[in-house]
């Protein structure tokens, strides 16, 4: 299965924040749309970053409440890692693995197409476990 696929049966909805927004509006939008980052766009519709739950908890940590205040430039992971709509499964729980990521952009020659997260790469495994299992069982009773 490729990330295309995914985003074909999870939807592609893109939810993002500009630079210069605040973490507290940032904060919103990921309560508001119960997701765990955030896209951040310039003013062009660029990708110029990514903010998860960890870079406001980390945040919150240095300044405490005052976090809430600066704006998600200074928080954000810049030039976050993304994959096109072709990288399969295995690739992405990979590349997240490696990096130690949740969220990969998923992105062609027209920019951003979806986000998927490691929860979505996690069910696709089980499901693709489950489908193996299911055919060597009937493999096995034949």
């Given at each position: ?12 909805d893109i939810f ?72 399969s499964v295995d ?52």
């Open positions: 299965m490729k990330a295309e696929h995914i985003l074909q049966s999870k939807g592609t993002a924040v500009k630079e210069h927004a605040t973490i507290a509006e940032a904060v919103a939008v990921l309560n508001d749309k119960n997701i765990g980052a955030v896209v951040v766009q310039n003013n062009d519709g660029g990708i110029v970053g990514i903010l998860s739950e960890r870079d406001v908890v980390r945040r919150l940590g240095d300044k405490g409440a005052d976090a809430l205040n600066m704006s998600v430039a200074d928080c954000m992971t810049a030039n976050p890692f993304t994959c096109s709509p072709d990288a690739e992405m729980m990979t590349q997240m693995t490696q990096k130690r990521i949740r969220h990969l952009p998923v992105t062609n020659n027209n920019g951003i197409v979806g986000v998927i997260s490691i929860g979505d790469v996690v069910k696709r495994k089980i499901e693709q476990a489950e489908q193996e299992a299911a055919a060597l069982k009937e493999y096995i009773a034949t």
